[in-house]
């Protein structure tokens, strides 16, 4: 037992008895004299009432006799009573020796059998049993499939289906995500923010191109909200991936300039802003022109794929497992060594797959011309997003592997051991 807890008990025990003992214990002797002189006073109180009743005749001689009587007896029987009552000096005394027993025993009992004396000092176990435990993969899935089956219920909640594509997109189903997307599309119309991750979910369904459908609908939003970030950078996006530089060039200075002065985001997008410039100038050496037209795109893409690729083994810090959960998303990503943050190569995953091995290849590309082979050198990475979010966040965990090789063919280890400040 706690020897901290004891005291404590004790010291409350005590305190107790210093409210409860004291008043058993004292003693308060009856004053019989003082008793007789107020009935004597009282009784001669009356008899001048009587007498002045009897001279006013208001009384006859007869009633004053009985009522006399009647007082003299009475005041006879009250100091007869009085000198019978004496003080017991152990008046009260065995309720003190009862409380001082009672007390202590019931305290005892009630503590032992409903108190946790360990809470003064908590071990390790304790503080992580009270500790919030997140739903499993099982539970999640469960949720996500009741939800499925009330909107089936209700399929003119469009709330509720834009609902279940934000699920499913969490679950990484992106087709069945850009499916619930499609439906609150349907009912709500052209709504830039829903008709985006309804791109986005499309373009993740399809290896994250933003091509067809979904690039219609980037450039749809766009056309209805000319300043939305996230259409500026989807459609930005689209038009990279089509090899049309200088458009996508166009789009992302307009969300730079949109972006807060100095903010991260607009940071990233101004080195991808770079990385695009110093590209475009290479086209423009290698051509001859001052455009890159989409006829030169299309070529570059066409050219035979490099052999290059990287091996890298991913793992998680042991003292960090304890803030991730299996569901958390996992980027694996390779970068240039400096300009643009666009990933050169990316693979998507979650921390239930860890320890991990991936191979980064040309075929991984975001873009043509952002690709492994050409670079000599680049910075490999694994982050974890709680928020499966692709730009990198605050409290995201995190591991880096600098200056690697791409000619090297030895397998390169990333260990996330670190937390994003």
């Given at each position: 037992?706690?020897?901290?807890?004891?005291?404590?008990?004790?010291?409350?025990v005590?305190?107790?008895?210093?409210?409860?003992?004291?008043?058993?214990?004292?003693?308060?002797?009856?004053?019989?004299?003082?008793?007789n002189e107020?009935?004597?006073a009282?009784?001669?109180?009356?008899l001048?009432?009587?007498t002045?009743?009897?001279?006013s005749?208001?009384l006859?001689?007869?009633?004053?006799?009985?009522q006399?009587a009647?007082?003299?007896?009475?005041?006879?029987?009250?100091?007869?009573?009085?000198?019978?009552?004496?003080?017991?000096?152990?008046?009260?005394?065995?309720?003190?020796?009862?409380?001082?027993?009672?007390?202590?025993?019931?305290?005892?009992t009630?503590?032992?059998s409903?108190g946790?004396?360990?809470?003064?000092?908590?071990?390790?176990?304790?503080?992580?049993?009270?500790?919030p435990?997140?739903?499993n993969?099982?539970?999640?899935?469960?949720?996500?499939?009741?939800?499925?089956?009330?909107?089936q219920?209700?399929?003119?909640?469009?709330?509720?289906?834009?609902?279940?594509?934000?699920?499913?997109?969490?679950?990484?189903?992106?087709?069945?995500?850009?499916?619930?997307?499609?439906h609150?599309y349907?009912?709500?119309?052209?709504k830039?923010?829903?008709?985006?991750?309804?791109?986005?979910a499309?373009s993740?369904?399809?290896?994250?191109?933003?091509?067809?459908?979904s690039?219609?609908l980037?450039?749809?939003?766009?056309?209805?909200?000319?300043?939305?970030?996230n259409?500026l950078?989807?459609?930005?996006?689209?038009?990279?991936?089509?090899g049309e530089f200088?458009?996508?060039?166009?789009?992302?200075?307009?969300?730079?300039?949109?972006l807060?002065?100095?903010?991260?985001?607009?940071?990233?997008?101004?080195?991808?802003?770079t990385?695009?410039?110093s590209k475009?100038a290479?086209?423009?050496?290698?051509?001859?022109t001052?455009?890159?037209s989409k006829?030169?795109?299309?070529a570059?893409?066409?050219?035979?794929?490099?052999?290059?690729?990287?091996?890298?083994q991913?793992s998680?810090?042991?003292?960090?497992?304890?803030?991730?959960?299996?569901?958390?998303?996992?980027?694996?990503?390779?970068?240039?060594?400096?300009?643009?943050?666009m990933?050169?190569?990316?693979?998507?995953k979650q921390?239930?797959?860890?320890?991990?091995a991936?191979?980064?290849?040309?075929?991984?590309?975001?873009?043509?011309?952002?690709?492994?082979?050409?670079?000599?050198d680049v910075?490999?990475?694994?982050?974890?997003?709680?928020s499966?979010?692709?730009?990198?966040?605050t409290?995201?965990?995190?591991?880096?592997?600098?200056?690697v090789?791409?000619?090297?063919?030895?397998?390169?280890?990333?260990?996330?051991?670190?937390?994003?400040?």
């Open positions: 037992m706690n020897l901290l807890f004891l005291l404590i008990a004790a010291c409350l005590l305190l107790a008895f210093l409210f409860i003992l004291p008043p058993l214990w004292r003693q308060r002797p009856i004053a019989k004299a003082t008793m107020r009935n004597i009282i009784a001669k109180q009356r001048a009432e009587l002045e009743q009897l001279q005749n208001v006859s001689q007869a009633q004053y006799n009985e006399r009647e007082l003299e007896q009475g005041l006879s029987d009250d100091l007869e009573l009085t000198t019978q009552i004496e003080a017991n000096p152990e008046k009260g005394q065995w309720m003190a020796y009862l409380l001082m027993l009672g007390v202590p025993v019931l305290a005892a009630l503590y032992w409903l946790t004396f360990n809470a003064i000092e908590p071990t390790p176990e304790m503080l992580a049993s009270n500790k435990t997140m739903p993969q099982d539970a999640i899935n469960k949720m996500v499939d009741g939800l499925a089956k009330k909107i219920a209700d399929p003119n909640n469009a709330e509720g289906w834009v609902m279940l594509g934000q699920s499913y997109k969490h679950l990484e189903k992106y087709a069945q995500s850009a499916d619930a997307y499609a609150a349907q009912l709500l119309g052209d830039p923010d829903v008709m985006l991750q309804y791109a986005e499309l993740f369904a399809n290896d994250e191109q933003i091509t067809g459908k690039a219609d980037v450039f749809k939003a766009l056309a209805l909200e000319p300043t939305n970030p259409a950078w989807l459609a930005g996006m689209a038009k990279a991936q089509a200088m458009a996508a060039k166009k789009l992302w200075t307009q969300l730079a300039d949109s807060p002065e100095g903010s991260e985001a607009q940071q990233e997008t101004r080195a991808l802003l990385k695009i410039d475009i290479e086209a423009n050496n290698e051509t001859g001052k455009v890159v006829e030169a795109a299309n570059e893409k066409i050219t035979p794929v490099s052999i290059a690729s990287v091996d890298v991913v998680l810090a042991p003292e960090l497992q304890a803030q991730t959960s299996p569901t958390d998303t996992v980027f694996i990503y390779a970068q240039a060594l400096s300009g643009s943050p990933p050169l190569a990316i693979v998507r921390v239930s797959d860890l320890p991990l991936v191979n980064f290849t040309d075929a991984q590309a975001m873009t043509p011309t952002m690709k492994l082979s050409n670079f000599a910075t490999l990475l694994a982050r974890i997003s709680k499966g979010n692709a730009m990198k966040q409290g995201d965990l995190i591991g880096v592997l600098e200056g090789t791409v000619a090297d063919k030895t397998r390169h280890t990333i260990v996330i051991n670190s937390v994003v400040k």
